[in-house]
Nanobody, 121 residues
């Protein structure tokens, strides 16, 4: 069994900062990409940022220059530093890990339970 546990969400004023963390635990052989997605009420889930095992990153245009994704491969943990937050960043943020549990198993997507980020104006 694999679990992704997120933390760091909360309520912040516009212009403020938050740092999200997501740790993957369980039987894990290797982790490929890890990323953050978000879903606002009434909207589809969208990619925020992703980072490969080699450190290559990709960001949604709406967060470029404000958010930074990073990871600690030894801890199977991914972080999202969010600066200059805006009310439109308000959403539930979900962590995703693309990983292989054993050498013989296929690569599979795993999701966290989500953490709420609310930015007040």
């Amino acid at each position: 069994q694999v679990q992704l546990v997120e933390s760091g969400g909360g309520l912040v004023q516009a212009g403020g900062s938050l740092r999200l963390s997501c740790a993957a635990s369980g039987i894990i052989f290797s982790v490929n990409a890890m990323g953050w997605y978000r879903q606002a009420p009434g909207k589809q889930r969208e990619l925020v940022a992703v980072i490969t095992s080699g450190g290559t990153t990709n960001y949604a245009d709406s967060v470029k220059g404000r958010f930074t994704i990073s990871r600690d491969n030894a801890k199977n943990t991914v972080y999202l530093q969010m600066n200059s937050l805006k009310p439109e960043d308000t959403a539930a943020y979900y962590c995703k890990a693309v990983l292989r549990r054993t050498p013989s198993m296929t690569v599979t997507d795993y999701w966290g339970q989500g953490t709420q980020v609310t930015v007040s104006s």
